[in-house]
């Protein structure tokens, strides 16, 4: 199977999302930023304390209404956690066994710990290394939205309106835990869907990881080339759309491609034979084989488009993109 309950949107969950009395965002950025200010949005938060290296940063979110307080990472932030109902970590994933090791024994009885992280495979397993008893209050997931942008200036309510989030529990988590996070996703908008561990790596590794590893190569190589001023002067529409994503977050990016590396490995295989395929076609002048490729790809992708494409709210959300 490609996937466990491949598909499936999470059940028994509760009728309505619960009220958060507290929560603490662990990086307080585009993701951490948009979730807080959607349960806002909703009615469904009280308090939300942001955890952040920087103090600018944390500076903004508080000054935007993102957070009600802050502490710094470098403080002693663990003592949040005590009486919170839920944890959000939203930083880059190398971060990850850090933050999780801090936190061990220092979670409240009640308190549940879910994640954004781009990868699962790598967090489950600090996770287990970590959490020990507050493991089945754990809930993996991964918001599939975001922007180039980044920073609690990027963050917005509507961010996760009408787009996918991927759940990966695992045995030993708490169904009830996962209603919660399932529930308060579907407060912010989101379709919630569930995948084992393996499978949203693989799958992303191809849709995602990919496409970023390939716009940062490409925009870098043009970049170093002598003629990098007259290529970048006389670049349109399809290099700016198809290499927006090279202005993501570098160190994000950078912890996505090591955590998830035997995946991407295989899609970069896959893709370099197809590209070497083109190749060969194009030495050839082999038309026919060219505009076949390209006749498939575009059905491919229209299909694609309409069957999975963003709704007009989806749309109309990704609005404070370009700010």
Not at 27 to 45: D, M, N, T
Not at 175 to 190: H, K, Q
């Amino acid at each position: 199977m490609v996937a466990e309950r491949r598909g499936a949107v999470a059940g028994a969950a509760p009728a309505r999302a619960p009220r958060i009395g507290k929560l603490v965002v662990v990086g307080v950025g585009l993701i951490g930023g948009s979730f807080a200010l959607a349960l806002r949005a909703a009615g469904l938060v009280d308090t939300v304390v942001g955890v952040g290296r920087g103090r600018a940063n944390l500076d903004a979110a508080q000054r935007l209404s993102i957070i009600d307080r802050q502490v710094r990472i470098d403080a002693d932030w663990a003592a949040e956690l005590a009486d919170a109902d839920l944890v959000l970590l939203a930083t880059p994933v190398a971060q990850y066994p850090a933050l999780l090791a801090a936190m061990a024994g220092r979670l409240g009885p009640a308190t549940i710990v879910t994640d954004a992280g781009s990868t699962k495979q790598d967090v489950i397993a600090a996770a287990r290394a970590t959490l020990g008893d507050a493991m089945p209050r754990f809930v993996p997931a991964h918001p599939i939205a975001g922007t180039e942008h980044s920073g609690a200036t990027a963050a917005f309510a509507t961010l996760f309106h009408e787009r996918n989030v991927v759940l990966t529990p695992v045995a030993a988590t708490d169904p009830a835990a996962t209603a919660i996070v399932a529930a308060l996703w579907r407060a912010c908008g989101s379709r919630v869907r569930m995948l084992d561990a393996a499978a949203h790596d693989r799958i992303f590794a191809a849709v995602s990881h990919l496409p970023h590893l390939v716009a940062f190569g490409l925009v870098e190589a043009f970049a170093a080339r002598p003629d990098a001023d007259d290529i970048f002067r006389f670049a349109a529409s399809g290099f700016r759309d198809f290499t927006r994503i090279a202005a993501s977050s570098p160190e994000m990016w950078r912890d996505i491609a090591l955590a998830n590396r035997d995946a991407l490995l295989v899609e970069v295989a896959a893709f370099r034979a197809q590209l070497d395929r083109l190749a060969a076609m194009v030495a050839a002048g082999d038309g026919d084989a060219l505009a076949a490729v390209f006749a498939r790809a575009r059905t491919a992708r229209r299909e694609w488009e309409a069957t999975y494409g963003p709704t007009p709210a989806a749309i109309a959300a990704d609005g404070p993109r370009e700010r």
